[in-house]
């Protein structure tokens, strides 16, 4: 997995021979602010599906420092329970902050624990940035988990939270302002123009295993309309478009980065911009043009 | 393109804290590192099955409860027996020096007493995943 997420040589290989090896596992990715209690819900979705019978893929998404590329992944703190069974493989990842990359590399893994015997993944994120829509992206079914507390920030949202949601969770449901918060996502949603699908709104209390089992109903009823032809067809395309696009960017970049001697015109045009004989505009354009002919020749 | 340094810091035993694998934890991010951090009382067989998922470099376990005798070796075991004993057992807590040194003998890495620098720790990880 390792190798997949370094973009190591071998990667492609490894990942052309699981492609399609088994049918691809369900994607479900669950995000929300921080403490929503995304771990807590995804661990008691996953006891509840393993009851069921079901193996299950676990990614767990935090982002990586700005300033140190370091990172805590600390999502397993709230999945002990899960941790020793052999149905269900965990795997946290950080974000690294490439572009687009983190839904690419999202991809692979998910692609991977298909490989393993996963028949459902489900990939928590951050919602605090760009990672919530790249795992969007990666994701079959998307549930965005808000609480009480977020009820003011609520108004804030991104457009892009609200867009995103398959289906909003209400959790803590147990603190003040749960209904209100419902009502709230309700009236907000009636602002959308009507959609074949209208995204459900499922209170749950995380800690106490409550609304679990509405949840995974609602995530089993948003895959039903996935799967009807008239949507599936189009939307499957779709995604394949992105999740296509994002391969090419990642494979083209990193390709054009590691050519020799780009690393070295990138210092030079650092040095040219921070003198400030030319625009960061322009240092780009140049390096995009010396990339893009070097692309051809290169040996590798 | 070199990988990231992935490193899983638990807390195994029963003593109740965590404030000194958090204060290591952080120092690792700092560090560059990606940290896995799975809490509190974890038996030996969630250890090493974490570290066999998350694909770690390094197994950092701090045991303040005085099981160390008998943690390290237990999970060192299970990692050889689930394929991984290649990576790095390390960890910390108020182990007396002797102890440490017939661990070593058993094959666990260098281990770290209270009060010593995070960056000794981190340092000691980083050279060994070279
Ligand atoms: N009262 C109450 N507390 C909850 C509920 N669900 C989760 N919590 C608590 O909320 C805190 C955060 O839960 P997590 O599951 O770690 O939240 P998270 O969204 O995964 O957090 P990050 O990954 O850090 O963003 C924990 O202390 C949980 O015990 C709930 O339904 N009710
Ligand atoms: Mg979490």
Known sequence: MSLVENGAPGADALLDEVYGARPPAPRVGITGPPGAGKSTLVAEMALLLRRQGRRLGVIAVDPTSPYTGGAILGDRVRMSELSTDPGVFIRSMATRGSLGGLAARTEELCELLSAWGSDLTLIETVGVGQSELDVAQAADTTVVVLTPESGDAIQSLKAGLMEIADIFVVNKADHAGADQLAAGIRSALGLRAPAAWRPPIVKTIATERQGIEELNEAIEKHRAHLGDPGVSEGLRREKIRARLKNAVRERLLEGAWERKGLGALLDRAADQVLHGTISPYRAARDLIERMTDHGERSPN | ?130
């Open chain 2, 1 to 130: 393109m070199a990988g990231k340094i992935r490193v899983l810091v638990a807390k195994a035993g029963l003593d109740g804290h965590d404030r000194g694998a958090k204060v290591v934890a952080s120092a690792m991010r700092d560090a560059g590192f990606e940290v896995i951090y799975t809490g509190l009382h974890q038996t030996p067989e969630m250890i090493v099955q974490a570290a066999i998922q998350e694909d770690v470099d390094a197994v950092a376990l701090s045991i303040l409860s005085g099981a160390h005798m008998t943690l390290f070796p237990r999970v060192l075991a299970l990692m050889r027996e689930k394929g991984i004993g290649d990576v790095l057992l390390t960890g910390g807590g108020i182990i007396p020096k002797e102890d440490m040194a017939s661990l070593k003998q058993a094959g666990v890495g260098q281990l770290f007493g209270p009060g010593t620098p995070t960056t000794a720790i981190i340092d000691y990880i980083r050279g060994a995943s070279e």
